[in-house]
C-alpha cells in the first residue's frame, strides 16, 4: 500500500497524485534545446557555465548576478546544471539540494536575473512488517526495510527494548514510513511515521508526533514520550560477554577480583554512544582501562565509563559536552583486554552499579493541551497500519 502527496513550499499535504504520475514530463517545443553538465571534481562554476556554452565574457555577469542570491563557489560534486535555450530567453539551472533551485534568467536586450526557487517534493507512505527468525536486519531487509530505516526502528525503542539482549526468534515488527523525492523522482529522505515492535509478547508502540513548539519525538499511544533519561545500551548490534559481578576471575590477570561494569563484544571500530548528556570529564589513557572516557550526566549524580577504546571521536576532549546517543568513540582492545569489546560502568553518586538493572526516567509526556491532537494523529497511524495488515495478509 502507498499513498502518494505533494507537499507545498509551506510543508503540508496537499493533492493525492498517482503513483506513477508523480512528475509530469515537461512540456518542450521544438525550438528548445536543453543541455546538463554534472559537476565533477576539479569543476568550477565558471568552467561548467563554458561548457554549457555561454561566451567567456558572460560569465563574470552569470556569477555575478547569482552572488546575492546563492554564491556558485559553493557548487557541489554530482549536482546539476541545466541550460534551456528558447527563442524568447536562456535559463540555467542549478540543483542546490532536494528543496533548492538556482534559477538564472536572461532575456533579449535584457540582464541576467537570479532567484532562488523551491522545488516540490513528492511522498509516499509505506508499510513493512515481518518475524525475526534469524536477525533484526536480516529479517527487516528480508521484508523490505532498508537499513537505514531498521536504524532509525532500533533507535526509536532504544530505550525500552535493548537489542543486544532482548530481541528473540517470533519477536514482530511493523513500521509505518514516509518516503520524500524530488521532482526528478530521486528520494531524499524517510522517516518513521508509527510503528510497533513486539518483543517477548509486549507490543511497544511509537507515534512520530510535532508538538506546537516544533519539537519531534516519539511517544506511545497514551501520549508517554518513549526517549529516556539514558539509553539502555552504548553499543548496538552486539552482545554481553561479562556482566556486573563483585567477583569474577580476570581473563588476563587470573586472579578474582570484582568486575563493576558489564562488557559488550562487538568488532573493533563499532561506534560507542553516550547513553545521555553530559560533561566529558576524564579521556585519555587509564592503565588496565586503556583508552578511556567518562562522562559527569547532567543531573550532577550518575556519571558512566567506557573503556579500552580503538580511538575516540573527533571533537571528543576533556571538558565537552555530549548529547545523548552522540557517538564519542569505536571499539577496540586497548590496555587489558582479550579482544575488541566496551567495558561499560554507571555511577550513582560515585559507587558503581549494575547498569543493566538501572530504571530509567521518561522525558516529558506530550503537553497536556495538545492530548486531543495527539490522539487523533494516533488513532490515525495505527489505523493506517491495521488497514495495511490486513492488505497484507489477503494480497
Known amino acids: 500500500m502507498f499513498i502518494t502527496s505533494i507537499q507545498g513550499n509551506a510543508g503540508r499535504n496537499d493533492t493525492p497524485v498517482i503513483h506513477h504520475e508523480w512528475i509530469l514530463p515537461s512540456i518542450k517545443t521544438s525550438h528548445d534545446v536543453e543541455i546538463t553538465e554534472v559537476v565533477k571534481s576539479g569543476d568550477t562554476a ?20 547569482a552572488a546575492p542570491v546563492y554564491n556558485l563557489k559553493n557548487i557541489r560534486i554530482g549536482h546539476k546544471f541545466k541550460k534551456k535555450i528558447s527563442d524568447q530567453y536562456i535559463e540555467i539551472n542549478y540543483q542546490i539540494n532536494a528543496k533548492e533551485r538556482l534559477v538564472l534568467t536572461s532575456e533579449p536586450g535584457k540582464t541576467w536575473r537570479a532567484k532562488l526557487i523551491q522545488r516540490p517534493v513528492f511522498t509516499r507512505i509505506n508499510m513493512v512488517e515481518g518475524v525475526i527468525q534469524d536477525s533484526l536486519f536480516y529479517d527487516a531487509g528480508k521484508a523490505g526495510l532498508e537499513d537505514a530505516l531498521t536504524i532509525q526502528l532500533v533507535n526509536i525503542f532504544a530505550w525500552d527494548i535493548d537489542f543486544v539482549r532482548d530481541l ?78 563483585v567477583s569474577r576471575k580476570h581473563p588476563i590477570l587470573g586472579y578474582t577480583r570484582a568486575h563493576r561494569g558489564v562488557d559488550y563484544a562487538a568488532k573493533s571500530g563499532t561506534p560507542i554512544h553516550a547513553i545521555g548528556d553530559g560533561k566529558v570529564v576524564y579521556k585519555g589513557w587509564k592503565g588496565g582501562y586503556g583508552r578511556f572516557i567518562e562522562i559527569r550526566h547532567t543531573n550532577g549524580i550518575h556519571s558512566t565509563a567506557y573503556a579500552h577504546m580503538s580511538r575516540y571521536a573527533k571533537g571528543i576532549r576533556k571538558g565537552s559536552f555530549v548529547k545523548q546517543g552522540q557517538v564519542i568513540g569505536y571499539v577496540g582492545m586497548s590496555g587489558l583486554a582479550t579482544g575488541p569489546h566496551l567495558h561499560f560502568e554507571f555511577r550513582s553518586r560515585g559507587r558503581a552499579v549494575n547498569p543493566l538493572r538501572v530504571k530509567y526516567k521518561a522525558a516529558k509526556p506530550v503537553p497536556k493541551t495538545e492530548l486531543t491532537a495527539f490522539r487523533l494523529k494516533a488513532k490515525e497511524m495505527l489505523q493506517l497500519m491495521a488497514v495495511q495488515s490486513q492488505l497484507n495478509v489477503w494480497g
Open 168 to 245: 528473540r526468534k517470533g519477536d514482530a515488527f511493523k513500521v509505518l514510513y514516509e518516503e520524500s523525492f524530488d521532482d526528478e523522482g530521486r528520494r531524499v529522505d524517510y522517516t518513521i511515521l508509527s510503528a510497533e515492535f513486539t518483543n517477548r509478547g509486549h507490543v511497544y508502540t511509537a507515534i512520530r508526533y510535532t508538538d506546537k513548539k516544533g519539537n519531534i519525538e516519539y511517544y506511545d499511544a497514551e501520549g508517554r514520550n518513549l526517549r529516556k533519561t539514558y539509553l539502555k545500551s552504548p553499543v548496538r548490534y552486539s552482545r554481553i560477554s561479562s556482566r556486573f559481578s
Open 46 to 65: 565558471g568552467l561548467i557555465l563554458v561548457r554549457l556554452g555561454l561566451p567567456a565574457s558572460e560569465v563574470a555577469n552569470v556569477t555575478h548576478t
